[in-house]
């Protein structure tokens, strides 16, 4: 008999787990595809065209995943237990907890590569050549578990969990990621609050994601605040089980963090030397809403900048930008590490902003000296030009020829002087959505 049950709490913290868990019955391949809304709506076959996430390396830090689940065999690394203290990574076999099915869920909806002839059954994944490298958490403190993923060759880290603890471990870990290249993907939670996102997604340097329904609409319980950058699917979605070769239907933001993670693959493997902030960058540019929203400011609270969209981050020319990009201001923004591949401009677009304000300024206090030191050279130049003709002018002297006594000698340009442009606009402020269409049109 299919039930439903509420993720439990994993030890002291929250695990932001697909609160919706469903045993999903036996289905044909044809019904378990049409059941996987979300690839449709993020045009997955078109997507395969150019990019399958090849030769990418995704960390997913959670309860751990079912390697040899007959839909992700194969794509699934020799990881990490923080729980046992081994190489291991698989779920307890005894354990068939719902909870426990949680990272096994997250590969599947990242890496999933299906089964059968043709790959026709079984669950696909966003990107089904990409690796995972499981890593189980301990619980508690994140630092541990990043470190692990950066030093073992993640490009990504995919993290569909919130804790209400940040600790000052786990933020040096995440600009340990970011000084190694590695982005960090998170979930927003799934209690429905406001401007209350745990960690890490609440961490400075992390790509927090909310959730959509399958119209685009944020879904009801998903958290919102300023740290959400992107949306994704969120509901009824298809994912492999625990133990065996079993499928489940799950909603949560857990779903959405494992898309974003699986668009961010294919950016990698598509282009391989964008930094954590260029990716996201790509993302955030071609981001989409629905009709419904299509006047919202953005970044939205709940939507971010909008729902992700692979095509176009995929084919759109889009300039790479600044290494950190859209992620908010990173502890790394003050100092002179860089990421050890790409762009070595270490601002954030806040502090990009900032210096171009304090640039403005000093050229704009520039400027109005230059004016003030031309206006006193002309006065000088027009007094004594009107006492020369005074005194030329006088009985019994020539009048000074008009071709010099009576020109006026132009005022000198201050060659430092610069027209004082506007206030540069945040490239990633935006007051209406760049796409409008959900789901986008192939």
């Known amino acids: 008999m299919a039930f ?25 391949a044809d019904q378990t595809r049409r059941d996987q809304w979300a690839l449709d709506a993020l045009q997955a076959e078109s997507v395969w065209k150019i990019s399958k996430g090849k030769g990418v390396t995704i960390a997913v830090i959670d309860t751990g995943v079912n390697a040899e689940h007959q839909d992700l065999k194969g794509n699934v690394l020799k990881g990490r237990d923080f729980v046992d203290g081994d190489d291991d990574a698989s779920p307890e076999a005894s354990d068939t907890s719902l909870s426990t ?26 990107a089904p050549e990409a690796k995972i490298l499981p890593i189980r958490w301990g619980g508690g403190s994140l630092a541990n578990e990043i470190r692990y993923a950066v030093d073992h060759g993640a490009s990504i880290i995919s993290m569909s969990l919130t804790v209400s603890q940040g600790y000052s471990e786990d933020r040096a870990a995440v600009d340990y990621a970011l000084e190694h290249n590695v982005l960090l993907v998170a979930a927003s939670g799934n209690e429905g609050t406001s401007d209350q996102i745990g960690y890490p997604g609440k961490f400075p340097g992390v790509l927090t994601v909310g959730g959509v329904d399958k119209t685009g609409t944020i ?23 625990w133990p065996g070769n079993k499928l489940r239907i799950g909603t949560g933001t857990s779903t959405s963090t494992a898309f974003t993670s699986a668009a961010a693959a294919l950016i990698k493997a598509k282009f391989p030397n964008l930094t954590p902030g260029q990716i996201a960058n790509r993302l955030v540019k071609t981001a989409t809403l629905p009709e419904s929203v299509k006047e919202i400011s953005l970044p939205d609270k709940r939507y971010g900048f909008g729902i992700i969209n692979p095509l176009r981050a995929l084919t759109k020319e889009i300039p790479a930008g600044s290494a950190y990009g859209p992620l908010r201001g990173t502890g790394l923004n003050n100092s002179s590490a860089t990421p050890s591949v790409g762009s070595t401009d270490s601002n954030s677009v806040v502090e990009d902003a900032k210096d171009s304000s304090k640039r403005m300024l000093f050229f704009a206090s520039l400027g109005v000296l230059g004016l003030v030191v031309i206006g006193l050279i002309v006065f000088l130049l027009v007094k004594l030009s009107r006492r020369r003709k005074n005194n030329n002018s006088r009985p019994g002297k020539p009048t000074a020829h008009p071709q010099y006594g009576q020109q006026r000698f132009p005022p000198q340009q201050n060659p430092y002087q610069q027209p004082v442009s506007p206030q540069q606009q945040n490239p990633y402020q935006q007051s209406t959505p760049p796409q409008s269409q959900w789901p986008p049109q192939q």
Do not use: F, K, Q
């Open 4 to 28: 439903t049950r509420t993720m439990r709490a994993l030890g002291v913290t929250a695990l932001t787990g697909a609160l919706a868990l469903t045993m999903a019955p036996a289905a044909s």
């Open 219 to 241: 879904w009801s319980d998903s958290n919102s605040g300023p740290e959400v950058l992107l949306s994704a699917p969120a509901t009824d979605i298809v994912s492999a089980g």
């Open 101 to 126: 099915n949680h990272g096994t869920e997250m590969a599947s909806i990242i890496a999933g590569h299906g089964h059968g002839v043709g790959a026709t059954d079984g669950v696909m994944g966003l």
